[in-house]
Every structure is written in structure tokens, then in C-alpha cells.
């Protein structure tokens, strides 16, 4: 289930991505990457002998200073997961994946609109859950109580 | 009394007397894209829902038609969105399933029992093998419950009637023995984190294996009824084709996915509770039309027939929860957690922090990602033949918006 992580390194080290965090949590296989690699990542990881051919899902998590993005890549072939996570900063603009895996596409715009980022070449980056004017959600700063309530609780 | 022609040409529709060459359209009048022929062909926006019968919930669609064929569609969503992610930052670990239940409202026991596995996940919990055995029960009659919603609505969708009808008798059957078993029909709050709620009642074994036993030849009658009618069959078949490279592309997960002919199953290949107890096939299409996942959800409600009958027979003793603090503080760290829900793989992913309510909440519906296929195989096809290929996928908004 989880892919040997001195395969990963290579093949990431082969695509130009030197010395790349590769680490066994309890969520799996987590392999960190800067916001700029992902893109080679994924098209190294696509074409290489994992074989991950899949974007099960993608998501962002407000970290209280920045914005960590989770990826998780499945393979039939070798019936292996991996992670990929890279960290953004508020208010960034992230590069769309939807070349590699038009399975991000919608997962994309919703992360950006929840928590606040700019997608940069994505065919359709209008919001996907909610209207305009409404603040990004999954940001911590948003509130659905007031911080009294939160306390009272 | 004013003549209407004079009208019109005042308003611009038509040119004045004598000034208009035939060759030409009327001034006044949009001049129309260059057709075949000379016929004037426009393309036309035509906007379905947010409130239509054969959306599945409330789902938008914005299709550009030329003629009858749809040249693209765009899926509109969030008229369901509740931020469901955002109230599981401010619950409790064992009030999610609450929230869940409302996420994919036609199967909860699948949402709740993915939110339970992750928190058991991260707090490395051990619960009793019957606990196990409930889950898988009651997640295959809430699959054949949420199944037949599918085949009864999706009949209605190609213009059949009859086989609503059925469906609900015998799904009405499955919901009163959920009702009975966890105290209500739809929102169950059943799967806890550590076990489950309550044990199966008294004489409800007796009242299982009677569906059961009956089950299977109504879904013969069933498929007979629907599958066997030439109309349908015309309708469905070679329609919404997904293949294989396009359902792994788009992340597409369940009898979708095993429709386009990719054998992956949760339940089987990453098999959780007490799946890896049971025997059952897993289905597979091969062209990926909607004639495929047609036939792949009939086999499925089989085989959760045979795992139904698999866990009564194989119902072991002991308690069925395991003790657990009141208030659940699990350590920090971040799980995956997913099972094989009615709509495919219901993942929960989930960060913790430490403290009493998740850090953050990830539901990975796996509507979404076919709502992404739609907007994809749509064009190409008959505006008639959209209700039908949305209907073919078993959507669910709730979810999608969550």
C-alpha cells in the first residue's frame, strides 16, 4: 500500500527535485514539496514506474501562519497512495494541476474560494460553492461564532 | 387602425416596403451564424434546474445547445451548501456523524462509519468484532436502500414509471428496519466513534432474513422490469461513455469507476471493519456507457444481499461498542480514512491538533469528481439524453455542496 520512499526520492530526484522530504506518517507516505515543484512532481510521478494515474482528492488546511495544500495520488497498477503536500502563503496564487489530473478542477476551485488563494491556469477559476462577497470560510479567521460563544461553549 | 406591418417596420423588425433585398435577412434582425444550406443555426443557452425534477437534488446545469446536440455544459453548484467542513471544526469527534448523516442524506451509515474509521484511526481505538459486523450490515442495507432510490429515479429519468412504484415498496422495508434498528429513517447518528449505538433488537434478525430471502427474485422482477424494457434498453446503451483513461483521470470512484472497467472497490481493496470476513463478488462493465453502470449497481444490490445474510449468519457475541471517553481528545496527527459508499469512495480526512473538535474536516465526496466527468462526456450528446446520463452516474448534491 504505501510505495518505497527511496523509489519516490529517485524518481523525484531524476525530474530535478533534489533532496525531497520523503517521510512515513500516519497518514502514509508524505512526500513535501515547494509550491513551484509540484507541477514537475506530479507529470515525474505520472509518467514513472508507480504509475500514479489518479488525483483522489486535493485539499488546504489553514496552518494559523500559512496554507499547507494536500494531495493524494493513488496507483492501480501497484495499488500504492502517496501524499504530496506544499505550503503557500495567504493570499497566494497557486498554479493549477488540471493538466496532469483534470480530477483537480473542481477541488481547486472550491480550495481556493474556502480558503482565500488565486488560481493561475485554470480553464474555468470562478467560484464553485458559494457567491461573491462571501469571506473564505476554512480560513481560521473566519468565524461562525463569535470568540465569547466559542469560550461559553 | 394602424397596420401591424407598419409596426414592425417602425420597431426595425421589418424592412420598409421595397427596401429589403431577399438575399438578405431583414434589417432589424440579429443576423444569425453562417449554417448549412443557408439555414440559420444559433446556438442556445438552455438553463436546467437549480429546481427540476431529474437533478438528483439541486444541481444547475447550463448547457449551449446547437440544435439538439449539446456543444458544452457547465455544472453550477453550492444551492445545497451547508460548510459542513466548517461545523466539524466546532463539533465534537462524536458529533460528526450527525453532520455526516447530512452529507450524502440518501446513505448516512457510509458517511458516519468514514468520520468513526478516521477517529478510531487516529486514536488507535479497537473495537469489538460485533460492532464490525453491525457496520457491514447495516452499510449493505443502507447500499441497497440508497441503490434502489437510484434504479427507482433513474427510470423515471428515461420516461419509465412502474419500477418507482417497486423500488419504494421494498426500500420502504429496508428504512422501517433501519428505523427499528437505530431510531430513525434517513438521519441515524447510528456508527460512534468506538462502536455503534445499539444492538439489533429483538426479532430483527428474524425480520432481515425475510427481506433477504425475498430480495433477491424482486430484483430479478426488478431488473426484468426496466432492464428488459426494449425502450430503456435503446436509451441507455452506448449513452454518457466513460472510458478507462477518462474515469481515472477525472477521479471518478464506485460502480462509476467499475462501470468504466477498473476493478477497484474499497471495501475490497483497502477492506475495512469486517469486510475482510465476507464473501462477494465485485462487478465489473466494460464500455463504460450508462448501460454498464446500470448493470453494475443491479449486480451490487446482490452482492450486498449476500453480505447481508453473511453477517447474520456470522453475527458474533459480545458487546458492541468499545469503552471510550465521553469526550473523544485524539493526539495530534492527520488520518485518511475511506469506505465504499452507495456513490463510491466517502473519504474523511482529518487533521487533529489534540483538543475535543477536529483541526480541520476534509469530506471527499466522490460526486464531485463525477460532476467534472459530466461536464466532459455531455457534449456530443442529445439534450434528451442529459436527465438520463446524470441520472446514470447517481449523483448526490448533498454531498457535492456538502
Same mark, same amino acid.
Given at each position: 500500500m504505501l510505495p518505497d520512499a527511496t523509489v519516490v526520492k529517485h524518481i523525484l530526484a531524476e525530474a530535478g527535485l533534489a533532496d525531497t522530504d520523503v517521510q512515513e506518517t500516519t497518514l502514509g507516505l508524505v512526500c513535501t514539496v515547494a509550491p513551484a515543484e509540484v507541477a514537475p512532481a506530479f507529470a515525474a510521478l505520472k509518467d514513472s514506474e508507480l504509475d500514479f494515474v489518479m488525483l483522489v482528492d486535493l485539499m488546504g488546511t489553514d496552518t494559523g501562519e500559512d496554507i499547507e495544500l494536500s494531495y493524494h495520488l493513488r496507483s492501480f497498477t501497484r495499488d500504492e497512495e502517496l501524499h504530496v503536500k506544499c505550503t503557500v502563503a495567504y493570499d497566494a496564487e497557486i498554479a493549477s494541476v488540471w493538466n496532469a489530473y483534470p480530477s483537480a478542477l473542481m477541488p481547486e476551485r472550491e480550495t481556493a474560494e474556502l480558503l482565500g488563494l488565486t488560481l493561475s491556469g485554470h480553464p474555468n477559476p470562478k467560484r464553485l460553492l458559494t457567491v461573491d462577497g462571501?469571506?473564505?470560510?476554512? %480560513?481560521?479567521?473566519?468565524?461562525? %461564532?463569535?470568540l465569547q460563544e466559542v469560550r461559553e461553549r | 387602425m394602424t397596420d401591424a406591418r407598419d409596426i414592425a417596420t417602425e420597431v426595425g423588425m421589418l424592412a420598409p416596403e421595397g427596401t429589403h433585398d431577399p438575399g438578405l435577412p431583414p434589417a432589424g434582425i440579429r443576423r444569425a451564424p453562417e449554417g448549412v444550406d443557408g439555414l440559420t443555426t444559433e446556438h442556445l443557452i438552455i438553463n436546467m434546474g437549480p429546481q427540476h425534477p431529474s437533478t438528483h437534488g439541486v444541481l444547475r446545469m447550463i448547457v449551449e445547445m446547437d440544435g439538439e446536440e449539446i456543444v458544452s455544459a457547465e455544472a453550477s453548484i453550492?444551492?445545497?451548501?451547508?460548510g459542513i467542513e466548517k461545523l466539524a471544526e466546532h463539533r465534537r469527534y462524536n458529533a460528526l456523524g450527525t453532520l455526516m448523516d447530512r452529507g450524502d442524506y440518501v446513505s448516512g451509515i457510509h458517511g458516519e462509519l468514514a468520520s468513526a474509521l478516521a477517529v478510531e484511526k487516529l486514536m488507535e481505538i479497537e473495537i469489538p468484532r460485533k460492532a464490525d459486523y453491525l457496520r457491514v450490515l447495516l452499510s449493505e442495507i443502507n447500499r441497497i436502500a440508497s441503490h434502489l432510490v437510484w434504479f427507482g429515479t433513474f427510470g423515471l429519468d428515461t420516461g419509465a414509471m412502474g419500477q418507482f412504484l417497486y423500488a419504494m415498496r421494498d426500500r420502504e422495508f429496508l428504512v422501517d428496519i433501519l428505523e427499528s434498528i437505530t431510531g430513525s429513517r434517513m438521519m441515524f447518528n447510528y456508527v460512534r466513534p468506538g462502536g455503534v449505538l445499539a444492538d439489533l433488537p429483538v426479532g430483527m434478525d428474524a425480520q432481515i432474513r425475510e427481506f433477504s430471502d425475498g430480495f433477491d427474485a424482486y430484483l430479478q422482477e426488478h431488473h426484468e422490469l426496466l432492464g428488459g424494457n426494449e425502450i430503456f434498453q435503446h436509451r441507455v446503451k452506448g449513452i454518457g461513455t466513460i472510458d478507462r483513461d477518462s474515469a481515472l483521470a477525472f477521479g471518478l470512484s464506485g460502480a462509476n469507476l467499475r462501470g468504466s472497467g477498473?476493478?477497484?472497490d474499497v471495501r475490497r481493496d483497502r477492506a475495512y471493519s469486517a469486510y475482510d470476513d465476507m464473501e462477494f463478488d465485485v462487478p465489473v462493465g466494460s464500455t463504460g456507457d450508462a448501460w454498464d453502470r446500470y448493470m453494475v449497481r443491479m449486480e451490487e444490490m446482490r452482492q450486498s444481499n449476500r453480505m447481508i445474510r453473511q453477517c447474520l449468519d456470522g453475527m458474533p457475541e459480545g458487546g458492541f461498542t468499545a469503552k471510550v471517553p465521553k469526550v473523544l481528545r485524539p493526539p495530534a496527527g492527520e488520518v485518511y480514512a475511506a469506505v465504499e459508499s452507495s456513490r463510491g469512495e466517502t473519504g474523511i480526512h482529518l487533521v487533529s491538533q489534540g483538543g475535543d473538535t477536529p483541526y480541520r474536516f476534509h469530506y471527499k465526496a466522490p460526486s464531485l469528481a463525477v460532476l467534472q466527468a459530466l461536464e466532459e462526456i455531455l457534449p456530443g450528446h442529445l439534450l434528451a439524453d442529459v436527465v438520463m446520463i446524470i441520472g446514470s452516474t447517481d449523483i448526490m448534491l448533498g454531498e457535492i455542496d456538502r
Open positions: 462571501v469571506e473564505p470560510l476554512l %480560513r481560521k479567521s473566519s468565524l461562525i %461564532r463569535t | 453550492g444551492y445545497l451548501h451547508r477498473v476493478a477497484f
